[in-house]
């Protein structure tokens, strides 16, 4: 299995950036999607989540309305659009699989490699 971000950059605060992590050797539309993401000195938290069927998407509230998360499972894509960056989005970004739901605990089976985001003030 491998699950493969790209998208990341440097942006200034108020810009956008589009993620997308693409998945193989796995059965994608089993699986429910995350993104994660960690700044330095802090621990890994939860960005976004989607069902496996994307009619359910999960937030964390720190990205509530500026964040959008979606999913192609014909491409075998998850993607993260996120709008109105702030510096203190600044974190590498880890796109993540599991069966069955989205959890906000990590627990996940597969994870990506991560991809740098830098937002400058």
């Known amino acids: 299995v491998q699950l493969v971000e790209s998208g990341g950059g440097l942006v200034q605060a108020g810009g956008s950036l589009r993620l997308s992590c693409a998945a193989s050797g796995l059965t994608f539309s089993f699986y429910a999607m995350a993104w994660f993401r960690q700044a330095p000195g802090k621990e890994r938290e939860f960005v976004a989540g989607?069902?496996?069927?994307?009619?359910?998407?999960y937030y964390a509230d720190s990205v509530k309305g500026r964040f959008t998360i979606s999913r192609d499972n014909a491409k075998n894509t998850v993607y993260l659009q996120m709008n109105s960056l702030r510096p203190e989005d600044t974190a590498v970004y880890y796109c993540?699989?599991?069966?069955?739901?989205?959890?906000?605990?990590?627990?996940?089976?597969?994870w990506g490699q991560g991809t740098q985001v830098s937002v400058s003030s």
């Open positions: 989607i069902s496996w069927s994307g009619g359910s998407t």
């Open positions: 993540a699989a599991r069966l069955n739901r989205v959890e906000v605990d990590g627990k996940y089976a597969y």
